[in-house]
């Protein structure tokens, strides 16, 4: 609309600033993205050491890929992407944030080699060159986003698996805890139950004591009465064989017979009986 650029080259012109928005938003927002999320610097002795040599590495190899002009030769091969071996060590041993910030790093040194016509996208015409480092770009973050998107999955479950298997690990403490809580509680219960058993054991002898002395005393006049039974139906006896000889009046003797073989013996039977069930 000013006259800087003619009309004809309107496409050429809206495609160069459209891969130039889309680009700065493909690259710079996850950047940005990731450090508000996550802004404080958590590495410290080892870690951090790793970190500053990983970041060291892909600036160097930015810088030899870059940077430093090649011989014609070497100038055919695509070099552009020998950093991408540093560039997915980060992913895999950080994490997102980490990595997007080494795709942003190797893309500004790429962008400012080119503009100063070094490395693999100083040769060509503009538009030639535009789209290989266009090309490259998007390469690197969408690998960068990809890489430290996974680890981050990945990391994320390992943390879900830990925080499972330490709630597991709880709830078997407890488990454990509440069984032998139980086995105490039941120990107790048995070793109440033992007293018990040995009370009522104790009792029980005490009690056949009992029965043993009872039954003993109580025999003895049975056997007493028993004996003196026998010796009551002996005499019985004796006595019929006396009466048998003697003189009696018919009536006396016919109540003397009934009263030695029925009334008599018949009374003993029941003694002998009665003694017999106690017995």
Same mark, same amino acid.
């Not at 690259?27 to 951090?48: C, D, K, M, T, Y």
């Not at 830990?162 to 709880?170: K, N, P, S, T």
């Given at each position: 609309a000013a006259g800087l650029v003619p009309w004809s080259a309107y496409g050429s012109v809206w495609w160069v600033w459209w891969m130039?928005?889309? +680009?700065?938003?493909?690259?710079? !927002?996850?950047? =940005? *993205?990731?450090?508000? $999320?996550?802004?404080?610097?958590?590495?410290?002795?080892?870690?951090?050491?790793?970190?500053?040599?990983?970041?060291?590495?892909l600036g160097l190899m930015g810088y030899l890929v870059f940077w430093i002009p090649l011989p014609s030769p070497a100038s055919q091969y695509p070099l552009a992407y020998a950093a991408f071996p540093v560039l997915i060590g980060a992913a895999l041993r950080?994490? +997102?944030?980490?990595?997007?910030? !080494?795709?942003? =790093? *190797?893309?500004?040194? $790429?962008?400012?080699?080119?503009?100063?016509?070094?490395g693999p996208f100083s040769t060509g015409t503009l538009d030639e060159r535009l789209i290989a480092l266009n090309a490259f770009l998007v390469i690197t973050e969408i690998t960068a986003l990809l890489m430290g998107a996974v680890t981050a999955e990945e990391r994320l479950s390992r943390?879900?698996?830990?925080?499972?298997?330490?709630?597991?690990?709880?709830?078997?403490?407890?488990?454990?805890?509440? *069984?032998?809580?139980?086995n105490i509680e039941l120990r107790e219960v048995n070793d109440q139950l033992s007293g018990r058993t040995v009370e009522l054991a104790q009792k029980n002898e005490e009690v056949e004591a009992i029965v043993t002395l009872v039954s003993r005393d109580f025999r003895a006049p049975l056997q007493d009465l028993q004996g003196f039974s026998k010796e009551l139906e002996t005499n019985c006896r004796d006595l019929?064989?006396?009466?048998?000889?003697?003189?009696?009046?018919?009536?006396?003797?016919?109540?003397?017979?009934?009263?030695?073989?029925?009334?008599?013996?018949?009374?003993?039977r029941f003694i002998t009986a009665s003694i017999a069930k106690f017995q």
């Open positions: 130039g928005d889309t +680009l700065g938003i493909l690259i710079i !927002a996850p950047f =940005l *993205l990731a450090w508000v $999320a996550q802004p404080r610097l958590e590495w410290r002795g080892r870690r951090l050491g790793e970190f500053v040599a990983l970041f060291t590495a950080f994490g +997102l944030r980490e990595t997007v910030s !080494a795709a942003l =790093l *190797l893309s500004g040194i $790429a962008i400012w080699g080119a503009i100063h016509d070094r943390e879900r698996l830990r925080l499972a298997h330490d709630e597991l690990e709880g709830r078997v403490q407890e488990r454990t805890a509440e *069984l032998m809580l139980s019929g064989v006396q009466l048998g000889g003697a003189a009696l009046p018919p009536a006396v003797e016919s109540r003397v017979q009934t009263i030695l073989k029925d009334g008599i013996p018949g009374t003993l």
